[in-house]
Nanobody
């Protein structure tokens, strides 16, 4: 079993930045791809970004939703079992609950929900105009 706990959310003005963290505990073996999702009020959950597990090098392939490219950066620190989402130039429309999820599947995103083995509880991000 793996537990995922997000943190780092909060209230920020438009144009500001936040860094979200997703800490994994339990039976983590570094072979999970980690994805970030978000869900705004009244909207469906949407894919944000993903990062692959290590292939033995320092390079971790990543994948971004088109709307997040250039503003959001996903990274991971396997030594800390933590995945990060750096969000810059935030906009009011980025307001949502942000979730991380773990899967052993790598490929073009978005994937169907059933491939994700674990989900976090979410962290709220609110961007004021």
């Amino acid at each position: 079993q793996v537990q995922l706990v997000e943190s780092g959310g909060g209230l920020v003005q438009a144009g500001g930045s936040l860094r979200l963290s997703c800490a994994a505990s339990g039976r983590t073996d570094g072979s999970y791809a980690m994805d970030w999702f978000r869900q705004a009020p009244g909207k469906e959950r949407e894919f944000v970004a993903a990062i692959k597990w290590s292939d033995g090098t320092a390079y971790y392939p990543t994948y971004y939703a088109e709307l997040m490219k250039g503003r959001f950066t996903i990274s991971r620190d396997n030594a800390k079992n933590t995945v990060y989402l750096q969000m810059n130039t935030l906009k009011p429309e980025d307001t949502a609950v942000y979730y991380c999820a773990a899967t052993r599947v790598w490929g073009m995103r978005p994937l169907s929900d059933d491939v994700y083995d674990y989900w976090g509880q979410g962290t709220q991000v609110t961007v004021s105009s």
